[in-house]
């Protein structure tokens, strides 16, 4: 769901690689002529392209040799049963194409027995007020237009009109989705790398989309005319602006769920044009601590959480993981011959990172990647994290934007006991320059009183600045409600790192031993104190059916009754980790 450029295009190619185009669909099917990654509301339409890895299926050809694992049907690998049945249940579903005899996933919806009503409420007359041009793209549900404003101050200027028939529009999904796609257009406003939105208008037979006409082609089109590899530098470029619009979504509450190169246009063919996001037709509004269940992305890009039917924000990272990799190396960090084998690739295989040209690209390169296709998603960078790397925060006079997560820990952390609190501030000591430098972004943006502390009305202000319509649909100010201590105190920066670290990014890194050992020798010293079953229980929130003597024997040393080493590290995590 995105806006077109240029013309349909044939098989992609090296010898004519500005021949492209970004074909427009609505929300759920985005099926192309060239071959494109299997997307997971399509899955059964795979096509083959013989020359580039990362738009096609085929393992036989390699922009550079593999020998991956995952480089082969990874059947050989796993023993796991594919979840692609599952999925196809799933999209069937979504889709109204359910045969009579085929499974179906068990959610407790009836058949629909009502005429669908396909009236939208959207403006008239879209006629009078744009002439429509050319088709310039077609998709699974709808088709591409270029058009222009017949009158008005925007008189003449070229727009791209996606006209979606609601003939095609063949259950209540389907409907929602276009309707939900309108919505999230309408209330994400105010970056320049997201795609402008004007207006959205239906008659008897279609929905037309009025967006920004992007007539730079997609990054996949730049991805194939550079045989598949970027520089260091130029991968810089492009990641930094996807990272920041990707930010912006999430501060907002809208997790995207599609994204991909075909997904990411420039507005012109100059070189260094700006990137737009598009196609928000599978996106959906996320509210804090929510998880998401429906399936939905493209096969080459979709998370591991995502496939197990439980995820937020964080499985946006992980696409934007598998785009870096590309752009760094030219294969995809996951696939196989069918669908079943990406699946299972994305679910169980490591991306591999010793092949050419890996040996050759820096380590903080190689850190990059690996930290946003992490497999746990608590342990995944944000997309704002991703800003403050030591690879990429010095590109440019890099911003760090505003982080959703630092919220949610923030509140974690004022419903915390004072012993978990005493562990983490413990912790907090032990982060590097490099650590600190996101969180001193952060404390910077909620711009702390003259005094160096912030407060309730800080966190106010700071999500106002950076506040959509899109931000109250996802419900993100209520969490000023779980945040309302500190409308009675004040937090300095020593005591903001401790609230906002995140112990599950931290438990990624390679030193996370170093780490945690050095904060457990300054909790001995400052924060440890001898300590009974009952209360640590207490703190945790365990109730009285738990064990907890059995479940907390190991937790306190039997010589002075403080918190022992396992205990410590532990408490970090908090009650949702207390029993692991």
């Known amino acids: 769901m995105g806006v077109c450029t240029s013309k349909p295009r044939a098989n992609p190619t090296l010898s004519s690689p500005n021949s492209v185009t970004h074909t427009e669909t609505t929300s759920n099917a985005k099926p192309r002529s060239n071959g494109e990654n299997p997307t997971l509301t399509h899955i059964n339409s795979v096509k083959k392209s013989p020359l580039f890895p990362f738009c096609s ?28 049945k599952l999925i196809r249940a799933v999209l069937a579903r979504r889709h109204g194409s359910v045969k009579p005899n085929e499974d179906t996933i068990p959610e407790g919806s009836k058949a629909e027995v009502v005429a669908l009503d396909k009236n939208f409420g959207f403006k008239k007359h879209f006629e009078n007020e744009f002439e429509l041009g050319k088709e310039v793209g077609r998709g699974h549900f709808g088709y591409t237009c270029a058009a222009k404003f017949i009158e008005g101050n925007l008189k003449g200027q070229q727009v791209a009109v996606k006209v979606i028939p609601k003939a095609k529009m063949t259950n209540a999904i389907a409907i929602e989705d276009v309707r939900g796609e309108v919505k999230i257009l309408r209330a994400l406003t105010g970056h320049k790398n997201l795609v402008q ?3 959205a208008f239906e008659d008897h037979d279609n929905v037309y989309i009025v967006m920004e006409l992007c007539e730079g082609g997609e ?10 590899k970027y520089s260091e530098e130029d991968a810089k470029a492009v990641l930094t602006q996807i990272l920041n619009v990707v930010a912006f979504c999430h501060l907002q509450g809208v997790v995207h769920r599609d994204l991909k190169p075909e997904n990411f246009l420039f507005t012109s063919k100059d070189e260094n044009s700006e990137l737009k996001v598009i196609d928000f037709g599978l996106s959906d509004f996320v509210k804090p601590d929510e998880r998401l269940i429906d399936i939905a992305g493209s096969a080459y890009y979709v998370a591991p959480e995502v ?29 196989a011959r069918t669908e079943s084998g990406i699946f299972r690739a994305v679910l169980k295989a490591d991306p591999i990172f010793y092949e050419p040209p890996w040996p050759s690209l820096s380590d903080e390169a190689k850190d990059f990647v690996k930290r946003l296709l992490n497999k746990d998603p608590r342990k995944r960078m944000t997309a704002a994290q991703a800003l403050g790397h030591p690879w990429i925060k010095n590109y440019k006079d890099v911003k760090v934007p505003l982080d959703i997560l630092v919220f949610n ?22 982060l590097t320059i490099d650590e600190l430098h996101y969180l001193k972004e952060q404390f910077t943006l909620l711009e702390p ?17 950076n506040a959509t319509d899109a931000m109250k649909e996802s419900r993100i100010p209520d969490l000023l409600a779980s945040l309302n201590a500190l409308q009675y105190r004040r937090m300095d920066f020593d005591e903001f790192c401790a609230a906002a670290l995140s112990v599950h990014q931290l438990e990624a890194l390679v030193r996370w031993e170093q780490h945690a050992r050095c904060a457990y020798e300054l909790f001995e010293k400052d924060g440890n104190r001898a300590i009974v079953i009952e209360e640590l229980a207490s703190d945790l929130g365990l109730g009285p059916s738990v064990p907890v003597h059995a479940v907390l024997h190991d937790w306190i040393r039997h010589t002075d009754g403080k918190l022992s080493f396992l205990g410590f590290v532990k408490l970090l995590h908090g009650p949702s980790r207390s029993l692991v």
């Open 409 to 430: 820990l923030m509140k974690a952390y004022m419903h915390s006991s004072s012993l978990r609190k005493a562990a983490l501030k413990a912790l907090s000591k032990t």
């Open 57 to 84: 299926p085929s393992p036989a050809h390699h922009l550079v040799p593999s020998k991956s694992p995952a480089a082969s049907t990874p059947r050989r690998f796993f023993k796991p049963p594919s979840p692609a």
């Open 449 to 465: 009183n003259k005094n160096g502390t912030i407060s309730l009305e800080n966190i106010k202000v700071a999500l106002m600045k």
């Open 307 to 335: 496939l197990l039917r439980a995820y937020s924000t964080e499985a946006d990272v992980w696409s934007i993981g598998v785009i870096a990799y590309i752009l760094l190396c030219g294969r995809r960090p996951f696939w």
């Open 197 to 199: 939105f004007y207006d």
């Open 219 to 228: 990054l996949l089109d730049r991805i194939i005319s550079r045989g598949g």
